[in-house]
């Protein structure tokens, strides 16, 4: 039972787009949500995260979105740069007194020149 | 120091073998969280501690898997008797609250024969 879902194993933009990464959850306990970023070989990088109270959250390029109605959240990427192409994970916080983070699949992300 | 950091960066084991991994967390974070990889992009929870005291042991095998965290000593992750589905990458991550964003060293890749 995956309980967050990112549908889209890969995207391909051309540098200069938005890329717009999604992630759909099932457990309503989540309050806390993450994206990071993985290039092979490495560790998860962070990148940006919000809490279950907001709806949106900016740093830099980066923004992510929260629809706790949907259990939806969206990562959007404006510009997009070819440093970006990597693996995208998005996480969930279990709330409650339970703080193992919850992954998605990963989106790998490919930004062309 | 200011990166969670990893040892060894490789490990291989034949079947049945012990095998131990290292993890030192961001200096003045009390939280620890170990993850498996496998299979490319699926992360399991494994163990998580608050200081030297385990916080949430719900991901371990119990049979072959040990995690301790002492005082002034990096935390460990051991595995006796080695099977060849342990062959994965180990994650270690720490965090200052438990709650909040988890950061992620660069891993352990495990290979056991």
């Known amino acids: 039972d995956q309980q967050v879902k990112q549908n889209s194993p890969s995207l391909s933009v051309q540098e200069g787009r938005i890329s717009i990464l999604n992630c759909d959850y099932t457990?309503?306990?989540?309050?806390?949500f993450l994206w990071y970023k993985k290039y092979p070989a490495e560790g998860p990088t962070f990148l940006i995260s919000?809490?279950?109270?907001?709806d949106k959250n900016e740093d830099g390029r980066f923004t992510v979105f929260l629809n706790k109605s949907a259990k939806h959240l969206s990562l959007h990427i404006v510009p997009s740069q070819p440093g970006d192409s990597a693996v995208y994970f998005c996480a969930a916080n279990g709330g409650g007194s339970n703080y193992k983070l919850t992954f998605g699949k990963g989106t790998l992300l490919t930004v062309n020149p | 120091g200011e990166e969670v950091a990893q040892t060894p960066k490789h490990l291989v084991r034949g079947e049945g073998q012990k095998a131990k991994l290292y993890c030192a967390p961001i200096k003045g974070h009390s939280y620890v969280f170990w993850y498996q990889q496998v299979l490319k992009n699926e992360f399991k929870f494994l163990i998580s501690f608050q200081n030297e005291n385990v916080f949430d042991e719900t991901g371990m095998p119990k049979e072959r898997f040990s995690a301790k965290c002492l005082p002034n000593s990096p935390c460990s992750l051991e595995i006796q008797a080695t099977k060849l589905e342990d062959s994965a990458v180990y994650f270690c991550a720490s965090s200052q609250i438990a709650q909040e964003t988890q950061y992620f060293g660069p891993g352990t890749r495990l290979l056991v024969l």
């Open positions: 457990n309503s306990m989540f309050d806390y």
């Open positions: 919000i809490s279950s109270i907001k």
